[in-house]
């Protein structure tokens, strides 16, 4: 529950700064049509529910969409990055810092609280929401009908519309031909846009970032871009000869008890002198008028929309990325925090690795033991873990990486940025613990001898699941990931005949199964199927197609013994004779 928090957090963080700029653009379109300032809430909307976007180069946004990441409560130095240097260095010095050796990171308690407390914040808001609409629709029980989905009742204030799948138009007793015309009018005008619907929604989403003041004042305005709009329709179909008579029922309706749940929709229930003002001062806009806000619009909403295209190093790297990445200076400028600064340095010391050809993504997880400052320099003293993930059945899984005690050395620079000096690693074989100690402080040493390797491990695949989840929401595609490789089921044949499979197809899986590889920016499923005809017998089937597309290329094999037979396609005979 807490990763869904961090979600929305990060959500309602990004749309905060959509709804300033929205604000302000509703300033600049103050001479346009209200339309247009109603559909910029859509764009608000969007980055309160959608967790993943495009990245574009026009894009607005000037932060970081995921200021808070997923693996925060697992951080020995727990930071964000927003992008926005004051408010980081405000919010991470006052984000509780775990004590070495302490069974449970503070910030995971923290992240559990606060989940808590955001459950039950949305089920408040429901509650009374839904509470408040079961009370009025009892009390509308003696409404009469007065034709079609118009309905009268004298116990009401206000005229509004209830119901989404049947809505109905209820209108207080005492109403006039003419106001029941206009009002009539305006609730059919909602209901033509959908806005019945729109409004539910709106609170729905109000309710799952109940914390951020700003939601709440885009739901506001939004309600009252909603009126002022319809407000408008109105007029246009009904002409501008009404405006007197029509701005007068709103004066007289405005005193109506408003409606606070966000589901019927009342005629006088925002902001009454607006309207009125707003009514009055109507003219049909002209054409150029009407384009430019075409024009600003849909500039915004690409802006908006959009994230930005990331320049820095990136948490997930493909390995294209990671071997641009092999003749980076070793001296690359880091950030000012540390616990970011090693995660860099751990994914830029392996970018020009290719552990894997068949690696898409790449994560690293670490913790820290110890650091220091000497000699002018900072000295991190860690433990980490670097996994390289493909697509294997489906699942994103680690399919290489290593787990090592590591030292890194920084210097800051003039600004206080951490720049990557040296990445140290033990020896391998009997030269490992001597080394170890060598380039550990003591007491590092020591707490690396008495450490919980299980709950340290566990922290690290904790962030280094996190990458992969990352990664899935960047490619926009739902799946499982898998840390450590799962068992896969061999096929039993003879041993000559497999390894000239392996061999002849070694682009396919050695397992029954399918595994993914990226060609040419092209996304290919290569799936080995077996169907078995006991004594080590059956028919093997070979199959490359297109990512949920055809079929490209499909070999059958039919195994006896030690003899095989092509089926369908041809043996690849490089392989064949050197088998035969």
């Known amino acids: 529950m807490s990763k869904i928090f961090l979600a929305v957090l990060n959500m309602s963080l990004t749309a905060s700064y959509v709804i300033v700029f929205v604000i302000a653009a509703r300033m600049l379109l103050k001479k346009a049509p209200k339309i247009f300032s109603y559909a910029l809430w859509g764009i608000v909307f969007f980055r309160l529910i959608c967790p993943f976007s495009f990245e574009s180069v026009l894009s607005l946004i000037p932060i970081n969409v995921e200021p808070v990441p997923v693996d925060i409560g697992y951080q020995q130095n727990p930071a964000i990055n927003s992008g926005i240097a004051t408010v980081d260095n405000f919010v991470n010095s006052s984000l509780p810092v775990p004590a070495m050796g302490a069974s449970v990171n503070p910030m995971q308690i923290v992240m559990s609280l606060l989940a808590v407390i955001w459950l039950m914040g949305i089920a408040v808001m429901l509650i009374c929401s839904i509470y408040s609409v079961i009370k009025l629709t009892r009390n509308l029980k003696a409404a009469g009908n007065l034709f ?32 029941k015309r206009y009002i009539i009018k305006h609730e059919q005008i909602h209901l033509q846009r959908f806005d019945h619907i729109v409004k ?45 008579e029509y701005s007068a029922s709103l004066l007289s309706l405005a005193a109506g008890k408003r409606i606070h749940n966000g589901c019927p ?3 006088g229930e925002s902001n009454a002198k607006s309207r009125i003002k707003n009514v009055l001062n109507y003219r049909k806009p002209a054409f150029w008028v009407v384009l430019a806000a075409v024009v600003a619009v849909l500039a915004i909403c690409i802006g908006l929309m959009t994230n930005p295209k990331n320049n820095s ?12 990445m092999q003749s980076a200076d070793s001296s690359e400028q880091l950030s000012k925090d540390l ?60 399919i290489a990486g290593h787990a090592n005690p590591a030292t890194i050395v920084f210097q800051k620079d003039s600004q206080g940025n951490y720049v990557l000096k040296d990445f140290i690693r033990p020896l391998d074989g009997s030269g490992y613990l001597a080394s170890l100690k060598k380039m550990f402080s003591p007491s590092a040493f020591e707490k690396y001898e008495s450490a919980d390797h299980g709950k340290n491990r566990a922290a690290m695949e904790a962030q280094i699941e996190a ?62 199927a077996w169907q ?19 079929i490209v290329e499909k070999t059958v094999i039919e195994i006896t013994g030690d003899k095989m037979k092509c089926l369908e396609g041809t043996l690849r005979e490089e392989h064949y004779s050197k088998y035969n």
């Not at 061999?503 to 040419?520: F, K, L, N, Q």
């Open 148 to 179: 079609d989905n118009i309905y009268e009742a004298g116990n009401l204030k206000t005229p509004f519309i209830l119901g989404i799948l049947n809505p109905k138009i209820y209108l207080p007793t005492g109403l006039s031909a003419d106001e």
């Open 532 to 550: 078995d005809k006991g004594n080590q017998n059956g028919i093997v089937t070979f199959t490359k197609s297109i990512y949920e597309g055809d």
């Open 200 to 244: 539910p929604l709106a609170f729905v989403v109000l309710s799952i970032h109940w914390f951020n003041p700003l939601v709440w004042i885009a739901f506001l305005l939004m309600g009252t871009d909603m009126e002022l709009s319809c407000d408008e329709s109105v007029l246009k179909h009904m002409g501008s000869g009404i405006k007197k």
């Open 467 to 528: 990458y992969g989840k990352t990664y899935l929401r960047e490619i926009a595609r739902e799946a499982e990931v898998q840390i450590t490789l799962k068992d896969r089921q061999l096929i039993k044949m003879n041993t000559d005949v497999s390894n000239y499979l392996i061999d002849a197809y070694g682009e396919y899986p050695y397992w029954i199964g399918t595994r993914e590889i990226v060609e040419d920016g092209i996304r290919y499923v290569y799936e080995k």
């Open 339 to 398: 616990e970011q600064s090693i995660s860099t340095a751990i994914l830029t010391y392996y970018a020009g690795d290719s552990y894997h050809p068949r690696c898409e993504t790449v994560g690293e997880g670490h913790v820290i033991l110890e650091a220091e400052e000497k000699n002018g320099l900072t000295y991190a003293y860690i433990w980490e873990k670097y996994i390289c993930f493909g697509f294997e059945n489906g699942i994103l899984t680690g």
């Open 313 to 324: 190093i990136p948490k997930n790297m493909s390995i294209s990325n990671r071997q641009n």
């Open 265 to 267: 929709l009342a005629f």
